[in-house]
């Protein structure tokens, strides 16, 4: 499917709400790149493993992704000639300590959810690496003490260096003729090394190295001479820390770097298995179930083709649905008044190639027409991407090898002729794409022109249609496209209907009623 029809259809916005349920960056980021597919055996093998996914979830909870971070720039950084930090190698550790919880969930489900235990296969053991990590980086990402026998020492050593440095410069602060020379009675640290802050005016009466300046000019910042050697030993034994600890990584980078094909291979099935539980956590509460997978008729003739086709069962609009959902939960007190729109969703029934290939549908303005079509194209869509839909159990789709569409705003008729030459151009590029395979959708055929014209389009189409054989929906408002199904075989009419008591439209869709 195109990108023009996924954006028309609201499969764009559908990806945001998936990555919504998502629980970590990886899964978000499939979730916002999920396309449907057009293989029946890739579909089929998707749904099932989200049909899993949902009982998973009703017996387990959850796969526990959260912990999971997008770690492949840690991991090129790793590569030697190392440049990870130590934060780079606690989030990796992080990552691989998930990969472990994700197997042993996978592990403990029940032998019938078979297909997410296969999973495991691609989460291999990183426990040794793990506790590589964890022996050298702290979980804040600081470099432990005990990483090393040398890092230890000279970690004890700047400690004991640190102490003398600081009594050398106390004892400065606390001699009243070096206190009178002081901006202030604190120890400052200028390029690691600790000085004092001195009255500019005061200069070279403190024997010592002059740092710098302050950049008011009032303050030069000096070494004192008796601070001056401790000063180089601490410096010194900092030089060595930081090659203690380079060394130290450096090696760690080694360890990961070797496993990096597996990790990577882990890092993929995780962002899967997050996003499966994002489309179960997502059937589930919006009570959303597995359409069954039929296939094509391998004749067509114009009889009945019975358990073909696409047949959905109080199909729902699942953007809509989330909207009334939202609305629900933010009102206090739903209007209740008999001439208010609909609280709730209203479902429809809607079938396609088992008695008929091609189903107009007419009706008033604002009955529906377009939200049935695009409830029809989106479901379809999401099923093909492997997610469950909001039908009723028994309903069941062919896989398509396309869905094209030209719908527009079905509450403006009224169109310029520049819309109606492109929607000419987009008819001409649909009937030339379209297969027997191929799910078409038509808002408002014809119109855009004088009802003559328009009609003859329409007709035109109508005949274009039934000799591909693809499966077509199509609403409309001329009447001669109503009396269409009247005198040709696999066409039928269907209607939105409309209320003459309260005259408002109700939304439901009549099959096999003008």
């Given at each position: ?5 996924l954006?028309?259809i ?19 980021s ?25 009982q998973?979830?009703?017996?387990a909870?959850l796969?526990p992704t959260g ?8 991991l ?7 440049g990870a ?9 992080s ?15 029940p ?5 997410l235990?296969?999973m ?5 053991d990183f ?8 022996a ?11 990483a ?7 970690r ?8 003398e ?32 802050p ?8 403190l ?6 300046q ?12 008796a601070s001056?050697q401790l ?43 997050d996003?499966?539980?994002a ?10 179930t597995?359409p069954?997978i039929?296939?094509f ?9 019975d358990?073909t ?12 649905e989330l ?18 729109e609909?609280?709730h969703?209203v479902?429809?029934?809607?079938r ?9 549908i ?9 939200v049935?079509?695009?409830t029809?194209?989106l479901?379809?869509a999401?099923?093909q991407?492997?997610l469950?839909?909001p ?6 789709m062919?896989?398509f ?14 169109q310029?002729l520049s ?10 590029h649909i009937l030339?794409?379209?297969?027997p395979k191929?799910l ?14 328009g ?5 035109a189409?109508?005949?274009e ?17 109503k009396a ?8 039928d009419?269907?209607?939105v209907e ?6 408002r439209p109700?939304?439901?869709l009549?099959?096999?009623t003008?």
């Open positions: 499917m195109d990108a023009f029809t954006e028309k609201g499969f764009d916005a559908l990806r945001l709400i998936l990555a919504s349920y998502c629980r970590c960056s990886l899964g978000k499939q979730a916002r790149r999920i396309n449907p597919s057009t293989k029946p055996d890739v579909v089929r093998n998707w749904l099932g493993q989200t049909t899993q996914m949902v998973a979830l009703c017996d909870g796969p912990s999971v971070a997008d770690i492949s720039g840690a090129d950084r790793a590569r030697p000639p190392c930090s130590g934060e780079d190698f606690s989030q990796i550790a990552t691989l300590q998930a990969v472990s919880s994700v197997r042993e969930y996978l592990a403990n489900l032998s019938e959810l078979d297909q235990r296969a495991t296969t691609r989460l291999a426990t040794s690496q793990v506790q590589a990590i964890r050298v980086v702290a979980p804040d990402g600081s470099v432990r003490d005990d090393s026998a040398h890092l230890g020492k000279l004890r050593d700047i400690a004991k260096t640190t102490t440095i600081h009594d050398v410069m106390h004892s400065y602060l606390r001699n009243p003729a070096v206190k009178k020379l002081l901006t202030s009675v604190n120890i400052t640290i200028h390029s690691d090394r600790y000085v004092l001195v009255r500019a005016d005061n200069r070279g009466r024997p010592g190295v002059v740092h710098r302050s950049h008011s000019g009032q303050t030069v910042f000096v070494e004192p001479n001056v000063n180089n030993h601490l410096v010194d034994l900092r030089d060595h820390e930081r090659m203690e600890i380079e060394r130290l990584l450096s090696e760690l980078g080694v360890k990961i770097h070797t496993r990096t094909k597996a990790i990577n291979l882990a890092l993929a099935a995780l962002a899967k298995i996003l499966l539980g489309k179960a956590q997502y059937a589930y509460q919006f009570n959303m597995c069954e039929v296939d008729p391998h004749k067509k003739s114009d009889a009945p083709r358990n086709g696409l047949e959905f069962f109080q199909a729902r609009h699942p953007l809509l909207q009334f959902a939202q609305k629900t939960a933010n009102d206090a007190k739903p209007s209740q008044t008999p001439d208010a609909p609280q969703i479902p429809i029934d809607v396609l190639g088992s008695d008929f290939d091609v189903l107009i007419t009706g008033s303005n604002t009955g529906g027409k377009t049935t079509l695009k029809v194209a479901l379809v999401m099923a991407a492997g469950h839909i039908v009723r159990r028994g309903s069941r062919p896989v090898d396309d869905v094209l569409i030209d719908i527009g705003d079905e509450q403006s008729l009224e310029s819309t109606f030459g492109a929607h000419i151009a987009r008819l001409k030339s794409r379209a297969t191929t078409v959708l038509l808002d408002e055929l014809g119109s855009g022109t004088d009802p003559d014209e009609g003859a389009i329409g007709q189409v109508m005949d249609l039934r000799r591909i054989g693809c499966g077509a929906m199509v609403s409309t408002h001329f009447s001669i496209l269409y199904a009247i005198d040709h075989s696999r066409v009419n269907a209607s409309f209320d003459t008591r309260t005259l109700t939304y439901h009549r099959i096999g003008p």
